[in-house]
C-alpha cells in the first residue's frame, strides 16, 4: 500500500473518475488523461490476453480516446442519445508504486446502466480495473486504465458510455 | 369450456411481398422456429474458419441455429462438425469456446467420444446387454464443405451443394482472401460477441444496406475523415453501388468510389505497405496487383449468417424470435504482417460493443424491433431502387448504394427457402 496521503490522493481520483464517467461529464473525463493515455477493456478474462495479438472491446491510444469522446459529445452517438443512467461501486482498492515511480490502483466495481436508448433494461457491469496514475505538477492523471469484466468473452450489449 | 382455435398455416407468400415485407417476420415465435428448421437446418450455414483449428483436436464451438455444435479437426487433418450433445442423455459434451482435446468426455457419466465423434467407451459396461458403439458416436453434420478456408455445414444430407449455394458469390470471397500476399486469410485474434436485441434478420439487412451510413452513423462522420463519407451527400454524385448476387447474397461495393489504393484501409502508403505491394506485384502482375489495392476486400452477406466485412469476418447468430448476437473478429491477411496490426485496430474501431460504429446500429435495430410491434401498420417498405435498378452482363441486378436492392434480395430468397416443399 502507498503511504497514507498518496494512497487518499488515489482513491478520491478514483471515485471522481467514477462520478464524472457516471453523469456524463466527457470533457471533465477526458481531462483526467494524460497525453499518452491508453484505455483498454480486454475482449477476454486472460491475463495473457495480448493487445497486439488478440481483439479487444477497446484499446485506445490519446487520439482514440479523443475520438470517443467528441462522438459522445456531437448528440448524435444514439447508442448514448439519451445517455444512459448509471452509478458504479468502487471498491476492494489496493495502491502501489511502480518502479517507474507511477502509482498503480486495482479495484473492483459493480455498475447500474439503464440503457434507455431503446428497451430501458437496467445491465449490470462487473469487474477489476486498474488504474496507473502519474503526477503532471500539482494533479494526478490517468496514463492507463485497464477494465477485466467478468463476462468480457460473452455476448456483450453496448458499451458505448465510459466505463 | 372453450378449444383453442386451430393455428393457421403461415402464407409467406402473403408475408413476403416483392416490395415490402410484414412485421410479423421479425415476431412470431413459431416463424423463428420455422427459419432455424427452413433456413438453418436444411440449407448452408457458416460454422468457422479452417484458420482457426490449425492442428488435429483443435476445436472451436458453435451454433447452428440454435443448434449447439463443435468444429474439430480430425486426424486425418478434415474438419468435422459435431452435435455437441451427449448421445446418453443429452449432455452438451463440451462447454468451452475452443480448445484442444484428444477426446471428448461427457461429465454426466463418462461417456467418452474420439474427435471424430466416434464413441470409444462407456463406463460399467456390464449394465449394458447387445451394446453397439457405433451406433452411439456424436451426430455429425452429414454435410460439411470449405470454400478457401471458410467452413459451411448442413444438418440436411441432402440438399444443392456448397458450390450451388455459394453460386457467383464465390467472386467476392476470392476478392478478399487474394489480398493476401499467398491467397489466405487467417482468423486468429479471437471473437467479440455483441448482443442485439432485435430479431436476426436485421443484422444481414443493416450489414448491406447503404442507405443508413449518414444517419445512424452520423456522429462518427462529424467526428473523424472515414473511407465511408463518400456515400453521404449529394446522392448523384455517391458513386459505390449494391449487388444482389442471388440465392440471397448481397454485396456493397465500395469500390467504385475508390480512386486509389488503400482507400479501404483509411489511407496507406510508402514503407508501411511496400513489402505488401511488392508481394501482391510479383503475383499478379502490376495492374492486377493496383486494382485489388484500389478495390479492397469485399463487402457480402453471404445467407444466412456469414458477413465478409471488408477487413472484419462476422457471424450473425440467431438467439431467439427478437434476440441474436453479432461476432467479429479481424480479417488477417496471412503474408503481410504489416497489415494486420491495423486490421485489429479498425477492427476495434468499427466493431462490437464498445466499437464507434456497431453500437449505434443495434440500437437503431433494437428500436426497429420495438415499433414492428405496432400492428395497426403492419409492413415494410422495401420498394427504394425499383425504378432505377438494372441487370448486369452476369444476371445480377445492381442498382445505387442507397437502394433496398440488397434487401429484396434476402426476402426474395428467404420466400424461396421458407415455401419450398
Do not use: D, K, Q, W
Given at each position: 500500500m502507498l503511504p497514507d496521503a498518496d494512497h487518499r490522493a488515489v482513491v478520491e481520483f478514483i471515485y471522481r473518475e467514477a462520478r464524472l464517467a457516471d453523469e456524463a461529464r466527457y470533457a471533465e473525463w477526458l481531462g483526467l488523461w494524460t497525453d499518452d493515455g491508453v484505455y483498454w477493456v480486454p475482449a477476454s478474462t486472460d491475463p495473457a490476453a495480448d493487445p497486439d495479438k488478440h481483439i479487444s472491446h477497446i484499446y485506445d491510444n490519446r487520439g482514440r480516446i479523443e475520438t470517443r469522446v467528441k462522438l459522445l459529445q456531437t448528440g448524435y452517438r444514439h447508442s448514448q442519445e439519451p445517455a444512459s443512467h448509471m452509478r458504479r461501486l468502487v471498491s476492494n482498492i489496493e495502491t502501489a508504486q511502480a518502479d517507474n515511480g507511477e502509482l498503480v490502483a486495482e479495484s473492483n466495481f459493480v455498475l447500474a446502466e439503464l440503457a434507455i436508448q431503446a428497451k430501458r433494461e437496467l445491465h449490470w457491469w462487473v469487474g477489476r480495473t486498474t488504474h496507473r496514475l502519474r503526477r503532471v505538477g500539482a494533479e494526478l492523471k490517468m496514463c492507463r486504465k485497464k477494465v477485466v469484466l467478468v463476462n468480457a468473452a460473452e455476448p456483450l450489449p453496448n458499451l458505448s458510455f465510459l466505463i | 369450456m372453450s378449444s383453442l382455435a386451430p393455428i393457421p398455416a403461415i402464407d409467406y407468400k402473403t408475408l413476403v411481398q416483392d416490395d415490402r415485407v410484414h412485421a410479423s417476420l421479425y415476431t412470431d415465435p413459431r416463424i423463428f422456429d420455422d427459419e432455424m428448421e427452413?433456413?438453418?437446418?436444411r440449407g448452408w450455414v457458416f460454422v468457422g474458419h479452417d484458420s482457426e483449428i490449425p492442428g488435429t483436436g483443435d476445436f472451436v464451438t458453435r451454433r447452428i441455429g440454435t443448434e449447439p455444435v463443435i468444429m474439430v479437426r480430425g486426424v486425418d487433418g478434415d474438419v468435422a462438425v459435431l452435435?455437441?450433445?451427449?448421445?446418453?442423455?443429452?449432455?452438451?459434451?463440451c462447454p468451452a469456446d475452443r480448445g484442444h482435446v484428444r477426446t471428448f468426455t461427457c461429465p454426466y457419466h463418462g461417456w467418452t467420444y474420439d474427435v471424430s465423434g466416434a464413441l470409444l467407451g462407456v463406463p460399467y459396461p456390464g449394465g449394458y446387454g447387445a451394446f453397439d458403439k457405433s451406433a452411439h458416436g456424436l451426430t455429425r453434420a452429414p454435410r460439411v464443405s470449405s470454400y478457401r478456408g471458410f467452413v459451411f455445414a448442413s444438418?440436411?444430407?441432402?440438399?444443392?451443394?456448397l458450390s450451388e449455394h455459394l453460386g457467383l458469390a464465390t467472386r467476392l470471397i476470392d476478392r478478399s482472401c487474394d489480398l493476401s500476399p499467398v491467397g489466405e486469410i487467417e482468423l486468429t485474434a479471437g471473437w467479440v460477441k455483441h448482443r442485439c436485441a432485435a430479431n436476426w434478420k436485421a443484422l444481414p439487412e443493416n450489414d448491406s444496406d447503404g442507405y443508413h451510413l449518414g444517419f445512424v452513423h452520423r456522429s462518427l462522420f462529424m467526428t473523424v475523415r472515414s473511407q465511408y463519407q463518400r456515400v453521404v451527400g449529394d446522392e448523384k454524385a455517391i458513386k459505390a453501388v449494391v449487388r444482389d448476387w442471388g440465392n440471397g447474397h448481397m454485396e456493397i461495393d465500395w469500390s467504385p468510389g475508390y480512386q486509389g489504393p488503400f482507400e479501404w484501409l483509411g489511407g496507406a502508403s510508402g514503407p508501411a505497405v511496400a513489402d505488401f505491394t511488392a508481394a501482391l506485384e510479383r503475383r499478379d502482375g502490376p495492374e492486377l496487383a493496383r486494382r485489388r489495392m484500389r478495390e479492397g476486400p469485399a463487402h457480402v452477406l453471404i445467407f444466412p449468417n456469414l458477413f465478409v466485412g471488408e477487413t472484419n469476418i462476422a457471424i450473425v447468430e440467431p438467439v431467439s424470435v427478437e434476440e441474436c448476437v453479432h461476432w467479429h473478429t479481424p480479417m488477417f491477411l496471412k503474408g503481410a504482417p504489416e497489415l494486420n496490426s491495423r486490421l485489429l485496430r479498425m477492427a476495434e474501431a468499427g466493431m462490437?460493443?464498445?466499437?464507434?460504429l456497431m453500437p449505434d446500429d443495434l440500437i437503431i435495430a433494437a428500436r426497429n424491433q420495438l415499433g414492428l410491434h405496432a400492428r395497426t401498420a403492419p409492413w415494410l417498405e422495401l420498394g427504394r431502387g425499383l425504378n432505377r435498378e438494372r441487370v448486369d452482363a452476369d444476371g445480377r441486378t445492381v442498382s445505387h448504394v442507397t437502394d433496398e436492392t440488397t434487401n429484396r434480395a434476402l426476402w426474395r430468397h428467404y420466400r424461396t427457402v421458407m415455401t419450398e416443399a
Open positions: - | 427452413r433456413i438453418f437446418r452435435v455437441n450433445r451427449c448421445m446418453h442423455r443429452g449432455t452438451m459434451v444438418l440436411s444430407p441432402t440438399g444443392i451443394p462490437g460493443p464498445a466499437s464507434f
